[in-house]
Structure formats: C-alpha cells, structure tokens
C-alpha cells in the first residue's frame, strides 16, 4: 500500500492532474531545500537557501536534515522520493486502519479517495513542504489515543505527544499552523465524543490545542537561537507575522493578479479595491478548487482538473451526512456522528487559516486550498466510506469474520468501529 501511493505521489501515473503542472509545482520553494543542500552556509543553524539566498522565514528542518544524508545534492531525487513515502507511509496506515476497525468494503473506498486526492498529490512530493509532518499531529492521536491510558496520565501522554509532533512539524515551517491545531483537537474529539458537547468534552479538546500551542513554541523558541547565532537578531519573525497575518503590504498587486483572472462569474467581488471583497473572491476560488481529480490525460483532450470534483461538493456532503448521522438510526449513525464532529472541527480549523491569515490566504491561492485536508476532507472521505460499506452490507451480505452482520453491524455497533462488542474502555 505504501509502495503504491508513494509512486502515485511521487510520478502520478494515473495521469490525476496537468504533468506539467504537477513537475513545476513549488520549484521555487523546493530549490531553497536543494541550494541548501549545494551550499549550507556557516554555523550549526543553516538557513535554508544556502549562503546565496538565505530564507529567514523559519528553521527548515528539512533542508538541514537532507543536507546531512546527502553530498552536496547528489542524492536529492533520492530524498524527494523518500519524501514521497513518508506520506505514502501515512496515508497507508490510514486505509489499514480502517480496514482493520471498519472493514475492508471501507477501506477500499478510502483508498480510492485518497488516491484521487488533488493537492495531496502535488504536495506530498515537496522536499519543501514535507506533506506527512502536516498529518501526523491528526493521524497518530487518531490511532493511539485509546491506548494512553485513562484519567490524568492519557491526557499526560497525550499532551506531550501532540506537542512533540506539532514541533516537529513547525520545524518544517509555521505556515497552517491553526489548522494543525485544531486537527489535533478532531482527533480527540473522535475518541471523547460521548454524543453531546459539554464542559468536559470543550475542555479536552482546549486542552489538545493547548499542547499543540507548546509545540508550536518550542520551535519557534529553536528558530530565535538560529537566527541569533546567524545575525544577532530575530525581528524577522514579528515581520513576517504581520505581513502573513492581518497586515498584507500588497493589496494592490493581489487585486491586479485576481483581476488578471478575468473571472465572469465572480469578477464582480473585485469591482472595489477593499479587502473583503478580494477575499471572498479568493474564497470561492478554494472551494471551487479540486478536492479529488479522475485521470484525465492530455491525449484525450482535456485540460487541468477537467474531472475534478470541487473543495465545496464535499462541504455539503458533510453536511448531509452529518444531519443524516444526527437524525437517523442507521447501524454507523454512533460512528458518523464520531466523524462529522470530528471533520466539523476540521472545517473551522481549514476557515481558521484563512481568516487569521488573510495576508497568506491572499496572496497563496496555489498553496492554501491543503488545508482542506489537515484533515477535513479525509474525515469525510471516512464519513464516505463508512456509508458506503454500510449500504454495501444491506445489499450484498457477508457472513465472514466470526459472524459479522449482514449489514454490518459488527463492524460499526454503538460507534466503536471494532468487529468486538462495544465496552466502556473502546473508544473507536
């Protein structure tokens, strides 16, 4: 599984997007990773971009890390491949997972999914970007928070482990870091839910963030100790916070290169030179984006995404989901309603973004659309893949499995996702 997705990320052979598009992508910001390696600069903090262009902007962990596996860039492919597996790796685990707690009707359909994922594709091979440290902070509480214990030491286990790997990811750069955070609090939420949200349930899912928050200082604190040692003063960060953030100091060029777009349909937000009518012109944009791409190879005639189906189809599938979840008995509505709290929280963390980032949000729609997948698009692709099997059982039984339910009630029963009756220490 790994092996396959890590091959499709890496050369796309299933043709899901543009090639040209797919081998240019964020050059510019994978050759900071690549000049690193060719030329690291003095001291135990290189910034990334080598003595001939240093990038201030964050630690770059990743190119300090390729830079020690590799003389000078000789073995770069090499690591871009590594890369590609590493999210590969996540991805895989994912889809095992679900066949392991939900079957493996489930499990394929997520699969599929996950393949056909847009911006996944293209990001998941960045040297620079380093796609899987986005997901771990969702993916491992995903998985192991059942098994930290109960009381005080799961939420001390827990704690630290979000903090360690929201560190690790910010070492790789800062940027979506409130979608990050809230991904961390979807994956508690997953396991705390107990069908109503209370104190205690907010309070778990604060506390989550709150590790994350630690994190997030920790390697913030590692990038002032570089930029100290490498210039005697660390002001850079404050600057680069206010221009990603609420202060843009190009407005005027964004407006320029949206109304370059020659967008008949929403042009109109564009007609002032204000700030809210660009951005929710280039709100529309991300959620017209593809969220998955079918092959579509230029032999045939078609041109970029021409089978993608968009970011906002996938909103409102949610949303039907969750209210089905909410109002029915269906076998799985105790494990949707698990997963539509969980990708509720990872839509507000995705809107987060792009609201406390407006500068960024601005001026990156080739980038920002990923933070519809830290992680609400895989919980609603699970939220899919669930119904799905769910129908599928209706319609074609299976009496495998040590007496598994036709309809799959032995997969799903009372929420719990296991093929083991429910108990009051399963939480998926």
């Not at 890590?6 to 990773?33: A, C, N, W, Y």
């Not at 590790?211 to 913030?220: K, L, Q, R, S, T």
């Not at 078609?302 to 949610?318: A, N, R, T």
């Not at 500068?359 to 609400?376: A, E, K, Q, R, W």
Request: with cysteine; charged share 15%.
């Amino acid at each position: 599984m790994t092996v396959f997705f890590g091959l499709q990320i890496r050369h796309d052979f299933l043709g899901i997007m543009d090639p040209t598009f797919k081998m240019g992508f964020q050059e510019d910001s994978d050759s900071l990773v690549r000049d690193l390696m060719l030329d690291p600069g003095p001291g135990i903090f290189p910034l990334l971009g080598g003595v001939g262009r240093e990038y201030p902007s964050q630690f770059g962990l990743q190119g300090i890390v390729m830079n020690w596996a590799s003389p000078g860039d000789l073995f770069y492919e090499q690591l871009r491949l590594v890369t590609c597996f590493l999210t590969a790796a996540v991805f895989a685990t994912a889809v095992v997972a679900a066949g392991r707690v939900w079957g493996r009707r489930a499990a394929v359909v997520l699969a599929v999914l996950l393949t056909l994922s847009f911006w996944t594709n293209v990001f998941g091979a960045s040297t620079y970007w380093q796609l899987w440290t986005f997901l771990l902070p969702t993916l491992v509480p995903l998985l192991v928070w059942p098994r930290l214990g109960a009381g005080r030491r799961k939420w001390v286990k827990g704690g630290l482990l979000i903090a360690f790997l929201v560190f690790l990811r910010c070492l790789n750069g800062y940027e979506f870091i409130s979608t990050v955070l809230l991904g961390t609090a979807a994956a508690v939420a997953f396991h705390e839910f107990r069908g109503r949200v209370d104190r205690r349930f907010l309070a778990g899912l604060v506390a989550a963030m709150a590790a994350g928050v630690v994190g997030f200082g920790m390697a913030v604190g590692v990038h002032v100790l570089q930029l100290l040692a490498r210039f005697g003063d660390a002001s850079i960060i404050e600057q680069r916070l206010e221009e990603r953030t609420f202060d843009p100091s190009d407005v005027a060029r964004i407006l320029d290169s949206a109304r370059a777009q020659g967008d008949p349909v929403w042009g109109w937000l564009l007609d002032g030179d204000g700030v809210v009518g660009l951005w929710l012109f280039r709100m529309v944009h991300y959620l017209l984006n593809p969220a998955v791409s079918f092959p579509a190879y230029r032999e045939a005639g078609f041109g970029f995404s021409s089978f993608g189906l968009p970011v906002y189809l996938f909103v409102f599938v949610f949303f039907v989901l969750a209210i089905h979840a909410w109002r029915g008995r269906q076998v799985d509505a105790p494990l949707q309603r698990r997963l539509a709290v969980a990708a509720g929280l990872g839509l507000l963390g995705a809107f987060s973004w792009m609201v406390l980032a407006v500068g960024h949000m601005l001026d990156h729609p080739h980038l920002d659309t990923i933070v519809f997948y830290l992680p609400f698009l895989p919980f609603v692709f699970a939220m899919i893949s669930v119904r799905l099997a769910t129908i599928s059982y209706r319609a074609w039984p299976s009496h495998r499995r040590g007496g598994e339910e036709h309809a799959g009630g032995a997969v799903f029963r009372e929420g719990t996702g296991t093929h083991r009756p429910a108990d009051a220490g399963a939480a998926s």
